[in-house]
């Protein structure tokens, strides 16, 4: 099994920055992907961001790029979302993903980020 540790969440204001932060422990070693959703009040939960473990190739959402990066370290089985130019659009429970090479996905159990105007 794999346990996901998000951190990070907080209060900010519009035009303001957050670095999110996921750690993975257990079961490690066979992590094809990590990455980001996130689902507001209300809403349904929409896809992030995405970064290919090994290559480190990433993918974003539309409505993200440009403002956030995904990154990851390796040795410290770590995925980080630097979130920039923050909208009040933003706020929601951001929720972190593994997905084993078997397709087996794993998940976080969120924090909050609230964006203020």
């Known amino acids: 099994q794999v346990q996901l540790v998000e951190s990070g969440g907080g209060v900010v204001q519009a035009g303001g920055s957050l670095r999110l932060s996921c750690v993975a422990s257990?079961?490690?070693?066979?992590?094809?992907?990590m990455g980001w959703f996130r689902q507001a009040p209300g809403k349904e939960r929409e896809f992030v961001a995405r970064i290919i473990w090994s290559g480190g190739s990433t993918y974003y959402a539309n409505s993200v790029k440009g403002r956030f990066t995904i990154s990851r370290h390796i040795a410290k089985n770590t995925v980080y979302l630097q979130m920039d130019s923050l909208k009040p659009e933003d706020t929601a429970i951001y929720s972190c993903?593994?997905?084993?090479?078997?397709?087996?996905?794993?998940w976080g159990q969120g924090t909050q980020v609230t964006v203020s105007s």
């Open positions: 993903y593994a997905r084993e090479s078997n397709s087996d996905t794993h």
């Open positions: 257990g079961r490690t070693f066979s992590t094809a992907l």
